[in-house]
């Protein structure tokens, strides 16, 4: 995949521009194709799993043109997030109708995509500049606690019960929501404990990061009401939470059931690509910067989203992540459709 295919990613960001300016259906649009045509789409174009050889891997990492996309998708973050912003602050909550709801989803899938995807992707960068990136993303989220827990949590326990990230068995998306989301937010909390207890200072340090995190997203969230009042706060922390759902969403079906066998020493097995679901289709991952090839990410990390390979012994997806997020809800369809793939990789 050349970079001017991730250019599809802006996509939804002129379908959000579209809806912010329609009423009634056309509100909708963004939400309509994103999880109504374009899972149908992946459906018929299937799957696309063509692979690179080491000459064109390390000719696409050193491209900084692939990195160029991710650093514009964050003013674009940030402008429509603050021209929404501008757009609910005259309208009061109790107003809502059809349309604003059609509206605040379609920033929901922004803060999802943008303001976190993208986020996990510059996130994983080991250049300062890159991670400050990230942050500001998922401070457009209220999801600052993510850069903490994801690097130093979800990859070392991914696919363990330890995992807040990892959903279980038979545990439904809906319940996964609350679990995973207080959990995590939990969790990076004690991660920074830990942190500073190594290094001799006391839990409430200043260089704590969580403690950092929350006092920015207040100051954040003090700003956002100075500008456009408690109507416009009210319409970003709606889109922020639907973000969130949606992070959590994906989470859910990367690792649904998936665990690690526990060795005789009492550790995990090493991670491995069959502990991820892997999706080849095509608009999923355009869209997403190659985050459903997710077995090969978490089996080596630090590559950035244009190395990332289809892996063979991966269990795969039937569709796309689109149509697997949607497949989700309807959680009695999700159990008959993907117990039995599990099994085949915990036997």
Same mark, same amino acid.
């Given at each position: 995949?050349?970079?001017?295919? !991730?250019?599809?990613?802006?996509?939804?960001?002129?379908?959000?521009?579209?809806?912010?300016?329609?009423?009634?259906?056309?509100?909708?649009?963004?939400?309509?194709?994103?999880?109504?045509?374009?899972?149908?789409?992946?459906?018929?174009?299937?799957?696309?799993?063509?692979?690179?050889?080491?000459?064109?891997?390390?000719?696409?990492?050193? $491209?900084?043109?692939?990195?160029?996309?991710?650093?514009?998708?964050?003013?674009?973050?940030?402008?429509?997030?603050?021209?929404?912003?501008?757009?609910?602050?005259?309208?009061?909550?109790?107003?809502?109708?059809?349309?604003?709801?059609?509206?605040?989803?379609?920033?929901?899938?922004?803060?999802? #995509?943008?303001?976190?995807?993208?986020?996990?992707?510059?996130?994983?960068?080991?250049?300062?500049?890159?991670?400050?990136?990230?942050? %500001?993303?998922?401070?457009?989220?209220?999801?600052?606690?993510?850069?903490?827990?994801?690097?130093?949590?979800?990859?070392?326990?991914?696919?363990?019960?330890? $995992?807040?990230?990892?959903?279980?068995?038979?545990?439904?998306?809906?319940?996964?929501?609350?679990? %995973?989301?207080?959990?995590?937010?939990?969790?990076?909390?004690?991660?920074?404990?830990?942190?500073?207890?190594?290094?001799?200072?006391?839990?409430?340090?200043? %260089?704590?990061?969580?403690?950092?995190?929350?006092?920015?997203?207040?100051?954040? @969230?003090?700003?956002?009401?100075?500008?456009?009042?408690?109507?416009?706060?009210?319409?970003?922390?709606?889109?922020?939470?639907?973000?969130?759902?949606? @992070?959590?969403?994906?989470? !859910?079906?990367?690792h649904y059931g998936l665990l690690r066998k526990?060795?005789?020493?009492?550790?995990?097995?090493?991670?491995?690509?069959?502990?991820?679901?892997?999706?080849?289709?095509?608009?999923?991952?355009?869209?997403?910067?190659?985050? %459903?090839?997710?077995?090969?990410?978490?089996?080596?990390?630090?590559?950035?989203?244009?190395?990332?390979?289809?892996? #063979?012994?991966?269990?795969?997806?039937?569709?796309?992540?689109?149509?697997?997020?949607?497949? #989700?809800?309807?959680?009695?369809?999700?159990?008959?459709?993907?117990?039995?793939?599990?099994?085949?990789?915990?036997?």
């Amino acid at each position: 995949m050349k970079v001017f295919g !991730y250019l599809f990613a802006f996509f939804p960001a002129l379908l959000f521009w579209i809806s912010l300016h329609a009423e009634g259906i056309g509100a909708w649009i963004c939400v309509a194709v994103v999880f109504g045509v374009i899972p149908v789409l992946e459906w018929i174009i299937g799957v696309k799993s063509s692979q690179l050889t080491p000459e064109q891997i390390e000719l696409r990492a050193e $491209d900084k043109r692939f990195d160029w996309v991710l650093y514009a998708l964050v003013p674009t973050q940030w402008f429509l997030l603050l021209y929404y912003g501008g757009v609910f602050s005259e309208i009061p909550f109790q107003d809502w109708g059809f349309s604003e709801w059609g509206k605040v989803v379609g920033m929901g899938i922004l803060c999802g #995509s943008y303001g976190i995807n993208v986020a996990h992707e510059l996130g994983h960068r080991t250049n300062k500049w890159e991670q400050r990136l990230a942050q %500001s993303l998922l401070l457009s989220s209220l999801y600052m606690h993510f850069f903490i827990e994801h690097n130093r949590g979800h990859h070392k326990q991914v696919a363990t019960p330890e $995992d807040p990230s990892t959903a279980r068995l038979n545990e439904p998306v809906q319940l996964f929501w609350f679990r %995973s989301m207080y959990q995590t937010w939990m969790k990076s909390w004690e991660l920074e404990f830990e942190r500073l207890k190594r290094n001799n200072r006391s839990p409430w340090h200043p %260089s704590n990061q969580m403690l950092q995190f929350q006092l920015i997203q207040l100051g954040y @969230l003090g700003v956002v009401f100075f500008l456009f009042g408690g109507n416009g706060l009210t319409a970003l922390v709606f889109a922020a939470l639907i973000g969130a759902i949606l @992070l959590e969403t994906i989470n !859910y079906i990367e690792h649904y059931g998936l665990l690690r066998k526990k060795e005789s020493n009492g550790y995990y097995e090493r991670v491995e690509t069959h502990h991820s679901w892997n999706s080849n289709h095509i608009i999923g991952r355009l869209l997403l910067f190659e985050l %459903s090839r997710h077995s090969d990410h978490h089996y080596k990390s630090h590559k950035k989203y244009q190395e990332l390979e289809s892996a #063979s012994n991966a269990p795969q997806m039937p569709t796309g992540y689109p149509g697997m997020m949607v497949l #989700s809800i309807i959680f009695p369809l999700w159990f008959w459709i993907m117990n039995r793939r599990v099994a085949q990789f915990n036997s």
